[in-house]
């Protein structure tokens, strides 16, 4: 067998969705909020087994005021043990439910907003080494705040919430100067100011 890193395909880098024979899958561990896979596999002619955390998927908002302000909310993460600003994003936990009707949700919830305008700004698998987790980051503007008794009840870690507009230029600052840390954050500001830049993305 081959093994190379060379290729010499001169198409469009482009990832591409690929379907492998699975011999065997069983729950390795079913928690609270996520399960554990254990898949036995066939990658070309070697027979694999991998465990992931498999995941309902999520969405996350960029949302971004008449002053190119975007809104982060402050969470503490238990695993990294850390308070992070972060762009509203969660789960993919409603049946049935559209993921731009899912941002609409949790831009409500977590940073009592609307929007009229939504457009898709980019897709992406936080960790595909380990989980199947798929997020989709929505660039909301036209916002409006909700009325105070038309609010979501906040719970749990979301009780304590701190809400913060934030110049985009400065927040990308933070990302690339290390001061931010989470994946949806990261991806989402340096997004948004590329498309705020060049609104066409299929264009340099």
Not at 111 to 139: C, K, Q
Not at 159 to 172: F, G, K, S, T, Y
Request: aromatic letters at 4%; a negative charge.
């Amino acid at each position: 067998m081959t093994n190379t890193l060379d290729d010499s395909d001169t198409a469009p880098v482009r990832d591409v969705a690929r379907s492998v024979p699975v011999q065997d899958r069983h729950t390795a561990f079913g928690g609270a909020i996520w399960s554990v896979q254990r898949e036995t596999f066939t990658l070309e002619d070697e027979q694999l087994t991998r465990e992931f955390v498999e995941h309902p998927g999520a969405v996350a908002v960029v949302a971004l005021d008449d002053k190119d302000q975007v809104c982060l909310v402050r969470q503490y993460r238990h695993p990294v043990r850390s308070e992070l600003w972060e762009i509203p994003a969660g789960l993919l936990d409603v049946p049935g439910e559209s993921l731009v009707d899912a941002a609409r949700r949790e831009l409500a919830e977590e940073a009592d907003l609307s929007a009229n305008d939504w457009s898709v700004l980019m897709d992406h698998y936080p960790t595909p080494g380990s989980s199947s987790e798929a997020i989709r980051i929505f660039l909301a503007r036209g916002l409006q705040e909700i009325p105070a008794e038309q609010r979501h009840a906040r719970e749990a870690e979301e009780a304590h919430m701190i809400r913060h507009w934030v110049p985009l230029d400065e927040a990308v600052t933070a990302a690339l100067n290390g001061r931010l840390h989470n994946a949806n954050t990261l991806i989402g500001v340096m997004a948004a100011r590329l498309r705020t830049r060049n609104p066409d993305p299929d264009q340099p």
